[in-house]
């Protein structure tokens, strides 16, 4: 069946990064998978989306993602100032980058998980020019809350992303970050 999946972030954050790693494990484990952005002419900090598609069978399907199974929203604040839920099918499940546990966000409603995946790349070191990196403790996030992908296979695809000691400390975010997922159902 298909499972479609929103990633909400802003520019430089990893938000394609994160759907391609995301695609990439469910490759790993033998679906068929599709992994793409959208953003016109933003820079880093804009909000942008990118998108991801996982299926038993070929995907034939070649649009945006108008109605998610999935959102994942690597910015904690953005939330609060775009619709992430848009379009979001009723059983759906929202995976935020949040200190907060996910009933205390007032998301009434959705399946929340959250899980504080800037503490975890502040505490690794993950950094861009200064910035925590989060895209990778999200998709670890992401296993954990929707069991699409396995952690094995998220490890896996960052692992064969990055090598040496970047690949060590993004695959430690995404074992963190499954570990603290909080689930708020």
Same mark, same amino acid.
């Given at each position: 069946? %298909?499972?479609?999946?929103?990633?909400?972030?802003? @520019?430089?954050? @990893?938000?394609?990064?994160?759907?391609? %790693?995301? /695609?990439?494990?469910?490759?790993?484990?033998?679906?068929?998978?599709?992994?793409?952005? *959208?953003?016109?002419?933003?820079?880093?900090?804009?909000?942008?989306?990118?998108? /991801?598609?996982? #299926?038993? !069978?070929?995907?034939?399907?070649? #649009?945006?993602? *108008? +109605?998610?199974? *999935?959102?994942?929203?690597?910015?904690?604040?953005? *939330?609060?100032?775009?619709?992430?839920?848009?379009?979001?099918? #009723? +059983?759906?499940?929202?995976?935020? !980058?949040?200190?907060?546990?996910?009933?205390?966000?007032?998301?009434? @409603?959705?399946?929340?998980?959250? &899980?504080?995946?800037?503490?975890?790349?502040?505490?690794?070191?993950?950094?861009?020019?200064?910035?925590?990196? &989060?895209?990778? $403790?999200?998709?670890?996030?992401?296993?954990?809350?929707?069991?699409?992908? $396995?952690?094995? $296979?998220?490890?896996?695809?960052?692992?064969? !992303?990055?090598? @040496?000691?970047?690949?060590?400390? !993004? /695959?430690?975010?995404?074992?963190?970050?499954?570990?603290?997922?909080?689930?708020?159902?």
């Amino acid at each position: 069946m %298909l499972k479609e999946i929103r990633i909400h972030g802003r @520019g430089g954050q @990893g938000a394609v990064t994160a759907a391609q %790693l995301l /695609a990439h494990a469910a490759h790993i484990e033998g679906k068929h998978v599709q992994a793409f952005p *959208y953003f016109g002419a933003e820079r880093r900090g804009a909000p942008v989306k990118a998108f /991801a598609r996982i #299926s038993e !069978n070929p995907i034939l399907l070649h #649009s945006q993602v *108008y +109605n998610p199974d *999935y959102v994942v929203v690597l910015d904690p604040q953005l *939330y609060k100032i775009i619709d992430v839920t848009e379009g979001l099918k #009723s +059983n759906g499940v929202i995976v935020l !980058n949040a200190a907060k546990p996910p009933d205390e966000l007032k998301l009434g @409603g959705w399946r929340v998980a959250t &899980v504080d995946a800037t503490e975890i790349a502040l505490e690794l070191g993950l950094r861009i020019a200064g910035q925590p990196v &989060v895209n990778t $403790s999200m998709v670890g996030a992401f296993a954990g809350a929707t069991d699409e992908v $396995s952690l094995e $296979s998220v490890l896996k695809a960052i692992k064969l !992303n990055w090598r @040496g000691s970047a690949g060590e400390k !993004n /695959a430690r975010a995404a074992e963190l970050a499954y570990e603290r997922l909080i689930k708020g159902w």
